[in-house]
């Protein structure tokens, strides 16, 4: 080696170690991604992302359950969750975010117009299905679905 010439250094690599009490005021992707979206109409909502509470790959009764404990209403894609498997007033609530666009913004975007809608009480022990259009709450099987239109 020529005596001018020094020797390369190797890049410094750096980590972030966060901690599990940093992890906990990180909001999860989702909920950042609805709150954003949904602005002053999310200020009541207390948001969940069932992957980030290790549950990813529970069963639909095991998020059923988890909701009933800890009073949720269930929030899913129109794939998420059977919702036909759950008697309506038996738990908190499920709400399908269905339509022909599955794009989060657009999801967002209906799911606030539902919360600013003035019904959104209404989906307390019911199904409600939100599409662009339109929101049918179901709250037995023999009363006639509320719809709400948009």
């Known amino acids: 080696m020529d005596q001018t010439e020094r020797p390369r250094k190797k890049p410094e690599i ?5 901690t599990n009490d940093e992890k906990q005021k990180e909001k999860p992707r989702i909920q950042q991604f609805f709150s954003s979206l949904l602005g002053d109409s999310s200020s009541a909502l207390n948001i969940e992302y069932i992957r980030d509470i290790g549950m990813a790959s529970a069963e639909d009764a095991d998020v059923i359950r988890y909701a009933k404990k800890e009073n949720r209403i269930v929030v899913t894609t129109e794939t998420g969750i059977n919702h036909k498997k759950f008697k309506i007033c038996t738990h908190p609530g499920i709400i399908v975010l269905g ?7 657009i999801h967002a975007e209906v799911f606030q117009k539902f919360l600013l809608s003035g019904h959104r009480k209404e989906a307390h022990h019911a199904v409600t299905f939100l599409s662009q259009k339109e929101a049918r709450i179901k709250t037995g099987e023999t009363t006639p679905d509320t719809v709400i239109k948009f």
């Open 14 to 18: 750096n980590s972030l170690d966060i």
């Open 99 to 105: 339509g022909k666009h599955r794009h989060e913004a």
